[in-house]
């Protein structure tokens, strides 16, 4: 399943033909995305929940194609809800920042549609709190800074003359660098940590997680 989609993706991307976005045209608009999971076994009931929101504004340098930059903001929740008696409940609560540039480029597909590719450098702050329901000294909260850089295709629907309403893939491919610093709640003990990432939207079952609706005004 996994090959056919990025078989078709590729496919769409090679596919030529004019968006009516003139040079020096501003691109504003913004995106919602969304995600909700839920699994259980004989030992546990879990749950995943995300949303985000992101602002953009761009110029078109050429027909066809924008820079810009945006903002976001996302924040996820996940519960651990042990079903054996004796065991934690614990929950990991994360709020994110972000700030970048991007590249765009629309092509054609038929009357009113578009596809177009994306790529994003983005630096991004962010704090997550790790609660444990019955060892509350074991708490801890951790503060996180880095950067990304991915590519994000997705489809337009021009539903008025001036409007785009668009489904977008956003980490179809990604790499991604933090740098962390931890902090237990009981002992206020510091540990600092990096990491370094490289994935795809298909990666761990995140598919839907990166699935985003968003809306774009040309002007």
Same mark, same amino acid.
């Given at each position: *399943?996994?090959?056919?989609?990025?078989?078709?993706?590729?496919?769409?991307? /090679?596919?030529?033909?004019?968006?009516?976005?003139?040079?020096?045209?501003?691109? #504003?608009?913004?995106?919602?995305?969304?995600?909700?999971?839920?699994?259980?076994?004989? +030992?546990? $009931?879990?749950?995943?929940?995300?949303?985000?929101? $992101?602002?953009?504004?761009?110029?078109?340098?050429?027909?066809?194609?924008?820079?810009?930059?945006? #903002?976001?903001? $996302? $924040?996820?929740?996940?519960? +651990?809800?042990?079903?054996?008696?004796?065991?934690?409940?614990?929950?990991?609560?994360?709020?994110?920042?972000?700030?970048?540039?991007?590249?765009?480029?629309?092509?054609?597909?038929?009357?009113?549609?578009?596809?177009?590719?994306?790529?994003?450098?983005?630096?991004?702050?962010?704090?997550?709190?790790?609660? +444990?329901?019955?060892?509350?000294?074991?708490?801890?909260?951790?503060?996180?800074?880095?950067?990304?850089?991915?590519?994000?295709?997705?489809? /337009? +629907?021009?539903?008025?003359?001036? *409007?785009?309403?668009? #489904?977008?893939?956003?980490? #179809?491919?990604?790499?991604?660098?933090?740098?962390?610093?931890?902090?237990?709640?009981?002992?206020?003990?510091?540990?600092?940590?990096?990491?370094?990432?490289?994935?795809?939207?298909?990666?761990?079952?995140?598919?839907?997680?990166?699935?985003?609706?968003?809306?774009?005004?040309?002007?």
């Amino acid at each position: *399943m996994t090959k056919i989609l990025f078989s078709f993706l590729v496919t769409l991307f /090679a596919v030529t033909a004019n968006a009516q976005i003139n040079k020096g045209s501003v691109l #504003l608009g913004g995106d919602v995305g969304f995600g909700d999971h839920k699994n259980s076994s004989n +030992y546990s $009931s879990n749950t995943y929940n995300t949303g985000s929101i $992101s602002l953009s504004i761009g110029k078109a340098i050429k027909e066809n194609k924008v820079v810009g930059i945006s #903002l976001g903001f $996302s $924040s996820a929740k996940q519960v +651990y809800n042990p079903i054996t008696a004796g065991y934690d409940t614990t929950s990991q609560k994360t709020n994110r920042y972000n700030i970048g540039f991007f590249y765009r480029d629309y092509k054609k597909l038929a009357k009113d549609f578009y596809f177009f590719g994306q790529a994003n450098a983005v630096y991004s702050y962010s704090n997550q709190a790790y609660d +444990y329901n019955i060892n509350k000294l074991n708490s801890y909260k951790v503060v996180e800074n880095g950067g990304a850089v991915s590519i994000a295709p997705g489809i /337009a +629907y021009k539903v008025f003359k001036k *409007m785009f309403v668009e #489904l977008s893939l956003n980490n #179809l491919v990604y790499a991604s660098y933090s740098a962390s610093n931890t902090t237990y709640d009981a002992t206020d003990k510091k540990l600092k940590g990096h990491d370094f990432s490289i994935g795809t939207a298909f990666s761990n079952n995140t598919f839907l997680n990166n699935v985003g609706v968003g809306f774009r005004f040309i002007l």
